[in-house]
């Protein structure tokens, strides 16, 4: 799981019996998309902390990887025809 990782709350009840680290990074979740660090930094928790509990709420089901929304199409071609302009430019310098 990296760092960037986008989580998502998906039933908050399952949290409420968890330590309280467990039930914050639910909740920071619960609004809108958080990624691992994002979580690690509000539950005051090291990253590799913060993986594990994040690990537990997937396996039960509080927490989901967040898929990448509708626009993020977008911007990989944006991403991918800027790569190949640079190849083009850096081929001609070579």
């Known amino acids: 799981m990296r760092l960037v990782t986008l989580l998502e709350a998906t039933d908050t009840t399952r949290a409420q019996r968890a330590a309280p680290e467990a039930a914050r990074a639910v909740e920071a979740c619960r609004v ?6 994002e979580v690690a930094a509000l539950t005051d928790l090291p990253v590799q902390a913060a993986k594990i509990i994040i690990s537990d709420l997937i396996d039960c089901g509080a927490l989901v990887m967040a898929l990448p ?10 991403l991918e025809a800027l790569r190949s302009g640079l190849e ?7």
């Open 32 to 37: 809108q998309p958080c990624s691992v660090a």
């Open 69 to 78: 929304g509708p626009g993020a199409s977008d911007h990989l071609q944006l």
């Open 88 to 94: 083009t430019r850096l081929s001609d310098v070579a």
